[in-house]
């Protein structure tokens, strides 16, 4: 599966690498080294239940701090497990 981006699509799950990317250019230290964090259990558990704490942990700090990562969150749904 790919995921969307601005000017093309990134395949599966190199949406983390880019996310990663993405927070080298953020400056509050705290939240981005929690994000950071979370992109690795995210990358490490897409696609099980375990994915999804770590998902909604990660939405709620870009929500909170870093509305520049806000496309990124819908783009994650993606490896939330199926109901």
Known sequence: MQTAVAGGTIPG?????????????????????RMEELVHLMKQTAH??????????????????CTQLTTYVARLAEFLPNA
Not at 13 to 33: C, G, N, R, T, Y
């Open 48 to 65: 099980t239940a375990s994915f999804t704490t770590h998902y909604k942990s990660f939405a709620c700090i870009v929500a909170n701090h």
């Open 13 to 33: 799950d190199k949406v983390f690498d880019e996310i990663l990317e993405a927070l080298k250019s953020i400056d509050d230290e705290l939240p981005v080294k």
